[in-house]
Nanobody
Framework: QVQLAESGGGLVQAGGSLTLSCATSGRTFSANTLGWFRQAPGNEREFVAGSLWSNGNTYYADSVKDRFTISRDKSKNSVYLQMNNLKPEDTAIYYC?????????????????WGQGTQVTVSS
């Protein structure tokens, strides 16, 4: 099992930026794809961004494309989510997740390891 720990959430005004970090530990060799998801109150958990650990290929939800950037630092076993031009509708708990699958998947069910989440609140 991979352990994941998010950090970097907070309160920001609309148009502002935040960077989330996700540190991985444990069986990190099984984390072939890492993803960021979010869940707002009353909503289902939804995919935000993903990255294949081996080659760094990235993919995004349409709602965040051109505003969010996922990146990884292999030396630190960490993945990041740079969020720019934040909007009130980005307010949610953000989760880091890992899957042993080597595919660009957006499905919650494919990810077997999850962090505890970090709150992001965007005020208008």
């Amino acid at each position: 099992q991979v352990q994941l720990a998010e950090s970097g959430g907070g309160l920001v005004q609309a148009g502002g930026s935040l960077t989330l970090s996700c540190a991985t530990s444990g069986r990190t060799f099984s984390a072939n794809t890492l993803g960021w998801f979010r869940q707002a109150p009353g909503n289902e958990r939804e995919f935000v961004a993903g990255s294949l650990w081996s080659n760094g290929n990235t993919y995004y939800a349409d709602s965040v494309k051109d505003r969010f950037t996922i990146s990884r630092d292999k030396s630190k076993n960490s993945v990041y989510l740079q969020m720019n031009n934040l909007k009130p509708e980005d307010t949610a708990i953000y989760y880091c997740a890992a899957t042993p699958l080597r595919i660009s998947t957006t499905r919650v069910a494919h990810f077997s390891s999850w962090g505890q989440g970090t709150q992001v609140t965007v005020s208008s």
